[in-house]
């Protein structure tokens, strides 16, 4: 199950990029907000040179670290985006957004899930209406074989963005693992349909409805050794 769901986390994984504060803007501020920029457009090599510039002005500066990472994630440099995510939280304890992102991608890259597990559990108590955390959540306890807490995280964070593939993909697997294939069925129908352009995720999508449609396969819902 692990493969389906680290090749769809790894293709959901970026994250919204952390606001940083009301601090007046210094010279590394500036750079930071700069390198912000390049990576919302897509320039993530001057994204990383520009936050790596406002780390050397003001070490300090924790936004400048997260902002790092979510450079990094956007140009595929998973490793690097976690010792960003690692030091912006040991900065900074309650950057809820910075846990998130780091369980997400530990989850999404085939990392520790102790410490995914402990990263998110320390978002969801500091922002316990942030819905990526509890998908990624729900997409640990999928890893865990824990399909009760799969489904009731997956569905909260559903309530909180109807929009959320990773949390409607969780339910879809949930559904299967448990033989409530109708309503794995519609779950996964609504990821293909919410994730647009995304060819990654529809594709990951359409495999599992193959499985759906033919649940005598290995690993399919009607095999109980999968």
Request: charged fraction near 25%.
């Amino acid at each position: 199950m692990r493969v389906l769901i680290t090749a769809v986390a790894v293709a959901l994984s970026v994250a919204t990029l952390g606001a940083g504060g009301c601090r007046e803007e210094s010279p590394a501020m500036k750079k930071a907000n700069l390198g912000r920029a390049f990576t919302e457009r897509g320039d993530t090599e001057r994204a990383i040179r520009t936050l790596n510039e406002a780390i050397r002005l003001d070490p300090e500066l924790v936004m400048s670290y997260e902002l790092l990472g979510e450079a990094q994630l956007a140009a595929g440099n998973h490793e690097e985006a976690i010792k960003s995510f690692r030091e912006t939280v040991r900065r900074d304890p309650v950057r809820d957004t910075a846990h998130t992102s780091l369980g997400c991608l530990l989850l999404a890259t085939g990392g520790d899930l102790n410490e995914a597990e402990t990263a998110l559990d320390a978002a969801m108590q500091v922002n316990q209406a942030d819905s990526r955390s509890l998908a990624c959540m729900g997409a640990l306890r999928l890893e865990q074989r824990d399909m009760t807490q799969a489904v009731a995280m997956s569905e909260k964070a559903i309530s909180l963005n109807p929009q959320s593939v990773q949390a409607r993909l969780n339910l879809g697997l949930a559904f299967m693992e448990m033989g409530r294939t109708e309503e794995a069925r519609t779950q996964v129908e609504q990821v293909i349909s919410l994730a647009r352009d995304n060819e990654a995720v529809k594709s990951q999508a359409r495999m599992l409805l193959d499985v759906l449609s033919h649940p005598s396969v290995q690993g399919g819902p009607a095999d109980p050794s999968g």
